[in-house]
């Protein structure tokens, strides 16, 4: 840690602060600067993060070394992680592709749609059955119901399935229905559910929070393995910025900068970061190349009757069409689809 | 709803959108400009807000023409709503100040402050007992401890208390030692929260969410009035943009606006906003400015040693002058503090 | 456009309203709602988009049916432009790529890049004379000697050349020694600059504002355009969001869109939107495979001795690999590079 | 400064900085932390601003401890400086109110807004000769023979005026005609116009970016005072945020902010952040408690037909009932008005 001080810091003020550094067990080493002192307190970083220094007489700021997540980082685990949902394999050179409809609405169409996204070569189906809606008046998914559908519809295509859990209460409920849990970008930041699916055996889909940073969104990781779960997968799915073109901005250099920082395999979401449809495969190539580990897709055999997000949802024929246009690029950067 | 067709929607297409408007209840207005065709969807907006028009053959785009917020709205009810919290009314013209620690620390600490904060004038005390923490390494707070401790500290004083609610699970013990729920901007879209405090009999203060629209915050409110209760108190608190010299942007024009908007109450919190104790004091005054019903201020006698958000804290003399200095700003506005 | 009344609005406020647009020329169809009156105004959008109309007495909002941009939109020419910077064609199956250093210090320093750069296979090259820096004592280019080295390196390796032109003044030296004009991201709502280029004979290269939305941008391209100049390519090199782990937000889904709304080709450039030169190669990957006609990207020998952006240039030999690269993924897209 | 090595750094890799720093005159000192090496590098910062460090081998970040701009910082001259506009200071106790409208649209308009303003008691008339509009085919404002209704409506009332500048062609026009010059948001960053400015010998409004930092916009100014010209006034007119319910978002913690770190006066510009009439009173009181220096309003007495910025017009009586309202609110912070 390096605390700056303000330009009249006195010598009392230096030595109220050195003195406390000694206390927590840091060595100081003060540098006299032509125009500031700083001091750079050595030892755990940690241990000067729960200090509130910035409010110490004579600081102007302070500034950290290192970074604040441990086990999420490439430095405590240098190879990269591979999660299994059933018998896929997150993180391999194989692409994983998760795709199904928004909301599970109904046996026979959420079966049709896994057949069909099966068929053009998905591995994992998703559909949900608790759905985080702005309006209280809008269709808020089929609850338990739906998670029975989909577990059959994963059974008979013989897909994993992946759910959002938004209600630690729902917990056992998703467990047992689903392969994999998800965790949704509104929850990226509800720590307790955090601390619940780090303690749960599946393996956790964790979605970046709309204008969580990717310091946030490691750090929100971090909770699930410092509970237990190593089988984490981030989702970058687009943030929000002033832009209103798209419904959100998919940040594409965040996919081989998290690769970088993390162990963590991490696949995008075109479908929330567009909302639009018609961008979900440009925007779906740009992330293959840029080196994601998979990507997870709203298709839908009926759009204009989806009961959620039909804008942003693929035709089943579409869908196919399209990911026989990911195997070229695929290819090109050394993965198969 | 106004429906926007694209310049070569055909006639076909144009029929197929009206046939679902009138099998829906709706009634149709065409209107053939120079450059596109538009369409007037006449009768109840929500009915067509749950269909995915924008996916319809030959749609642009689709535009709202009424808010999609009812019981929060000044449309629903003109007068201005008053929430009493224990004797304390807010939305009156006297200002309400809460003000405590972040975090409860212990129970000398907590009624040290407590004492000097109601002498210095404020009316409700705060005080976090579940924290959320973007570290799974940071402090978590003290838990029910803590909540016996604020508890106690409001009856020695006299005061009202108010701490935030992150999990479902805990809502019988907030209730039980709090006289207002608090739901933190990291909660505002956790749905099913919401849907539980609109359950609950004791006034709710409503965090705006870091990268939340005003629109979204009056809906997450509408999910808690929705459900009942129609004791909810709205709190700005500053909102994520690129300007990092302050911890958020305090979004001064929202609380004007979201007063137009909706009956609730609206206070302000300066020290979250800023992130800055040496800001708090002039935020807070344009926050009164403008019309706001309150302010919510982290004070504490030791911000050398907080165990969270000592950056931001005052100490008690400090918040002590403020207090003086907030009093001819509110009469100046026709107001009291 | 469309007016959407108030719900309390006067029929005498309608009447208002109704006059005014047909003493402009257009016909207005008024749809009496459940809820609200709206007005659609039928005619030139263009002459109501003049009009303040959201301060008449009665009116809640107007919305616009139709884009502003006229010149620059698909519906105005379907075919996709291409524009030619001596025997390179931008917008046709080859991508351009435009690579060189961010300044340009000396001459044997920028010949040395060109020919490193033409060998990988760049075919135009970059080179700042004229720098807009934040800072009043950072180096701001060689001016006019640097634009001379340009023209020569130019010369000498065949490779026609762009540089940034930030000052009116300067817009015949530019014109002298350059193929191609760019107008840096900070300029790009400079209006006069825009008019001046968009009566030059030299093809221009727009970069997005920071800060721009998409139709700020092509509105700024409209005005090059509406001067005479249709050779205008576009660059999409970041945006500014709250994320800081990189300089910028690769903006990677506004490719696809502005070439769905525009005939205008669009390049991108990865080396100012990251802000580092690691993630440059999966950026400018993604860049391709979502669509983009080009790219701009920062090499420099020496990244350690650079007067300016060190740190996302890239070494030559770097640069080469990353050429060797880009073809497969070209080509997995139906590209050439 | 400080440099931060990477985990594995090697020594070598540290000699190379460190023999680079002691060449640059400057002295290292190094401290190896448990978990990383940092090395500070004692001496002139501005020297090593200008080095690429961070693209040298071993290097993780870099980060500064003095700010980059010096002319305009408190630590260069403590004292408040106050900017005279004809008989008008502005920095003093008495607030600055700059008012008329956004385009001067003919003299008779001018001038009766310009008496109305000064009875309600404004001191220094605006008015736009230069427009800069989004789209070419808006208005583009009057040019000289606007200046030319602006000085004789300034000289008929006695007011000091104030305008735009947007070419630097026009420099010598702009001030022949008037006593202040504006460098508007979309200028901020024209770094030629800017120097241009710094040359002259009237005193700058230098409004605040969009989308710029605060440090970006000091070091704006910075450029201004480092050409010789002292008489800078800044303008925190709000900043694009994804926030869509008004036009920008009044950044007002910059307020007193820029006057903790900069000796300029600041005044704010309720009238564009808000884009909405009906909020410039609350968020121009709002500014004034938290101590801007002055209040830029736009006030148009036919808001109905203003050629630009209807939307955010004020009319005559509601600016001088607004104008009554300011003077408890002013003296209640120490002010006048």
């Given at each position: 840690?390096?605390?700056?001080?303000?330009?009249?810091?006195t010598?009392?003020?230096l030595?109220?602060?050195?003195?406390?550094l000694?206390k927590?067990?840091?060595?100081?080493?003060?540098?006299?600067?032509?125009?500031?002192?700083?001091?750079g307190?050595?030892?755990?970083?940690?241990?000067?993060?729960a200090?509130?220094?910035?409010?110490?007489?004579?600081?102007?700021?302070?500034?950290?070394?290192?970074?604040?997540?441990?086990?999420?980082?490439?430095?405590?685990?240098?190879?990269?992680?591979?999660?299994s949902?059933?018998?896929?394999?997150?993180?391999?050179?194989?692409?994983v592709?998760?795709a199904?409809?928004c909301s599970?609405?109904?046996?026979?169409?959420?079966l049709?749609?896994?057949?069909?996204?099966?068929?053009?070569?998905?591995?994992?189906?998703?559909?949900?059955a608790?759905?985080p809606?702005?309006?209280?008046?809008?269709?808020?998914?089929?609850?338990?119901?739906?998670?029975?559908?989909l577990?059959?519809?994963?059974?008979e295509?013989?897909?994993?399935?992946v759910?959002?859990?938004?209600?630690?209460?729902?917990?056992?409920l998703v467990?047992?229905?689903?392969?994999?849990?998800?965790?949704?970008?509104r929850?990226?930041?509800?720590?307790?559910?955090?601390?619940?699916?780090?303690?749960s055996?599946?393996?956790?889909?964790?979605?970046?929070?709309?204008?969580?940073?990717?310091?946030?969104?490691l750090?929100?990781?971090?909770?699930?393995?410092?509970?237990?779960?190593?089988?984490?997968?981030?989702?970058?799915?687009g943030?929000?910025?002033?832009?209103?073109?798209?419904?959100?901005?998919m940040d594409v250099?965040a996919?081989p900068?998290?690769?970088k920082?993390?162990?963590?395999?991490?696949?995008?979401?075109?479908?929330?970061?567009?909302?639009?449809?018609g961008?979900v495969?440009?925007?779906?190539?740009?992330?293959?190349a840029?080196g994601?580990?998979?990507l997870?897709?709203?298709?839908?055999?009926?759009?204009?009757?989806?009961?959620?997000?039909?804008?942003?949802?693929?035709?089943?024929?579409?869908?196919?069409?399209?990911?026989k246009?990911?195997?070229?690029?695929?290819?090109?950067?050394?993965?198969?689809?």
């Amino acid at each position: 840690m390096i605390i700056v001080l303000k330009p009249g810091a006195t010598e009392k003020q230096l030595k109220h602060i050195v003195d406390r550094l000694k206390k927590l067990g840091l060595k100081p080493m003060i540098s006299r600067g032509t125009e500031r002192t700083i001091i750079g307190a050595i030892g755990e970083e940690d241990i000067l993060r729960a200090q509130p220094l910035e409010v110490f007489p004579g600081v102007d700021k302070v500034m950290a070394v290192v970074a604040p997540y441990k086990l999420v980082s490439r430095e405590f685990k240098h190879e990269k992680t591979v999660v299994s949902v059933g018998k896929v394999k997150i993180g391999s050179k194989k692409l994983v592709v998760m795709a199904g409809p928004c909301s599970i609405e109904n046996h026979d169409m959420l079966l049709k749609i896994a057949k069909s996204v099966k068929k053009a070569g998905a591995t994992i189906l998703r559909g949900g059955a608790f759905k985080p809606r702005t309006s209280p008046y809008a269709f808020q998914g089929l609850g338990e119901e739906g998670l029975k559908y989909l577990h059959q519809a994963g059974k008979e295509t013989g897909l994993p399935v992946v759910t959002e859990l938004m209600d630690i209460r729902d917990i056992d409920l998703v467990e047992r229905y689903s392969d994999m849990i998800q965790i949704g970008a509104r929850n990226m930041q509800n720590f307790n559910l955090l601390k619940e699916v780090g303690l749960s055996k599946k393996p956790v889909l964790l979605k970046r929070g709309i204008s969580s940073t990717i310091k946030e969104w490691l750090m929100s990781a971090e909770y699930i393995l410092a509970n237990g779960n190593f089988n984490v997968v981030l989702c970058e799915r687009g943030i929000r910025t002033f832009e209103d073109a798209t419904r959100f901005t998919m940040d594409v250099s965040a996919i081989p900068l998290v690769k970088k920082l993390s162990h963590l395999p991490v696949i995008a979401d075109p479908s929330h970061a567009t909302g639009k449809w018609g961008l979900v495969e440009p925007v779906a190539c740009a992330a293959i190349a840029c080196g994601c580990d998979g990507l997870m897709i709203e298709v839908h055999n009926k759009p204009e009757e989806a009961f959620s997000d039909g804008e942003q949802s693929m035709l089943p024929e579409k869908f196919n069409d399209m990911m026989k246009r990911f195997k070229p690029i695929a290819k090109s950067v050394g993965r198969d689809v």
